[in-house]
């Protein structure tokens, strides 16, 4: 999304950018046999998987500052809980919602998919979205003259999202060019909503390959920035580089909930940072004390592919990682991170190995599998073997027995 000015010198407004949204597939197509699941390729890199096995983000409360999310998709279905609507503009149902809740599904989707597809699933599939609509979808007519009363919708929209109970606050928007130094009042915003325990995070933007401006609200000190990389872990050429940049994340081909229940593909660093609030939803599910610079700080030290001086501006401190940061989070607090008893993954059986420890990021094509049919056989195979040979070492000490002779004097 991208923040232009409009009509007055004083008024904002924050409308969709121009990204790739091409369908996957329509309410019409046949289903897909392969399911959206095997689309996510995003998954892996995030480990979410594995941080499944610790939390999936149940109790915690993000708010997405979006164009609006539709509670009615499959995937997000008893997962969303409907704010106020910031905007001015009456809901034109073709044109609501569609940007909004596709980051919804990249941060809390459910995975329930529609027709025989298993659908999108969440960073932090337990957790509650808050809808809180402060822009207009990119097609929106209206967006032209759209002018949003005050000129303050995103700094109401944080206040809003803090004081109705989110503990993260997903900003897959951003302002830049003549409002370079952001506004007085999203300040303020963004410092309310971090003094509260609230964290923060924005898109970096999608200009990188262009004027590569500041954005704002990434650009906001406290917020986790974040920038987006391809399936071989380079950052993506519209990733704007910035040496506020926390982190980055996927964002090509990200397959995301449609507004009108079916899916899409798209680029930017608007999935990116939706991501990464999921991530910053399993830390604050997991850890709730921990104040929003602890969380950015375990994010950001629980990365991969991390750059040879530790940081820079187009790639951050590396690539997010959700056990990881998890680890990280858990290393602050000094405590050991355990995992969960087995559980199913909303939407699909995952398999998970037993409680125990997690003691890193998944490294194979085996990690967290944990035990299955082939295990539970070899087991009872070593335990045949064990009862097997004991009986034969107590058939043996029978046969070598004599009782004493009768006149013995034992």
């Known amino acids: 999304m991208f923040c232009t000015r409009a009509l007055g010198a004083t008024l904002t407004v924050i409308t969709l950018t121009a990204f790739a949204w091409p369908a996957v597939r329509g309410p019409d197509d046949p289903p897909d046999p392969g399911g959206t699941r095997s689309r996510q390729w995003a998954l892996a890199p995030l480990d979410a998987q594995q941080a499944w096995r610790?939390?999936?983000?149940?109790?915690?409360?993000?708010?997405?500052?979006?164009?609006?999310?539709?509670?009615?998709?499959?995937?997000?279905?008893?997962?969303?809980?409907?704010?106020?609507?910031?905007?001015?503009?009456?809901?034109?149902?073709?044109?609501?919602?569609?940007?909004?809740?596709?980051?919804?599904?990249?941060?809390?989707?459910?995975?329930?998919?529609?027709?025989?597809?298993?659908?999108?699933?969440?960073?932090?599939?337990?957790?509650?979205?808050?809808?809180?609509?402060?822009?207009?979808?990119?097609?929106?007519?209206?967006?032209?003259?759209?002018?949003?009363?005050d000129g303050r919708s995103l700094a109401r929209g944080i206040r809003y999202a803090v004081d109705h109970g989110a503990r993260v606050i997903s900003m897959s928007l951003g302002c830049g060019g003549s409002e370079w130094k952001g506004t007085a009042a999203e300040q303020k915003a963004v410092r309310y909503a971090l003094g509260r325990g609230a964290v923060l995070v924005a898109s970096s933007g999608n200009d990188g390959a262009g004027p590569n401006r500041r954005n704002f609200p990434a650009a906001y000190p406290g917020v986790i920035s974040v920038g987006a990389v391809d399936e071989k872990m380079r950052v993506a050429p519209f990733s704007n580089r910035q040496r506020y940049l926390s982190v980055v994340a996927p964002g090509t081909g990200i397959i995301t909930a449609d507004g009108s229940r079916s899916y899409v593909i798209g680029d930017g660093t608007s999935s990116a940072a939706a991501m990464v609030s999921g991530i910053a939803a399993l830390i604050k599910a997991e850890f709730p004390a921990m104040s929003p610079a602890q969380v950015r700080r375990a994010i950001e030290r629980g990365t991969t592919h991390a750059p040879a001086g530790g940081h820079d501006s187009a790639y951050g401190h590396g690539v997010a990682n959700a056990v990881r940061a998890l680890e990280q989070a858990a290393r602050s607090q000094r405590r050991s991170l355990r995992a969960t008893a087995p559980r199913r993954v909303p939407g699909g059986a995952v398999r998970e190995t037993a409680t125990g420890p997690v003691s890193?990021?998944?490294?194979?094509?085996?990690?967290?599998?944990?035990?299955?049919?082939?295990?539970?056989?070899?087991?009872?195979?070593?335990?045949?073997?064990?009862?097997?040979?004991?009986?034969?070492?107590?058939?043996?000490?029978?046969?070598?027995?004599?009782?004493?002779?009768?006149?013995?004097?034992?």
């Open 360 to 410: 890193g990021a998944s490294t194979g094509p085996g990690s967290g599998e944990g035990i299955g049919p082939r295990q539970i056989v070899c087991a009872l195979l070593v335990l045949l073997v064990l009862s097997m040979s004991a009986r034969r070492l107590l058939r043996g000490r029978r046969c070598s027995y004599r009782p004493p002779p009768a006149d013995s004097e034992h």
């Open 54 to 149: 610790t939390t999936r983000g149940e109790g915690v409360v993000v708010a997405v500052l979006d164009t609006g999310v539709n509670g009615d998709h499959p995937d997000l279905a008893g997962a969303v809980v409907d704010g106020p609507d910031l905007t001015g503009a009456a809901r034109t149902d073709s044109l609501w919602g569609r940007h909004g809740t596709a980051m919804a599904s990249l941060i809390a989707g459910r995975g329930r998919g529609t027709d025989r597809s298993r659908g999108v699933i969440g960073i932090a599939p337990g957790a509650t979205i808050l809808s809180v609509r402060i822009a207009l979808e990119n097609d929106d007519p209206r967006r032209a003259r759209f002018r949003e009363g």
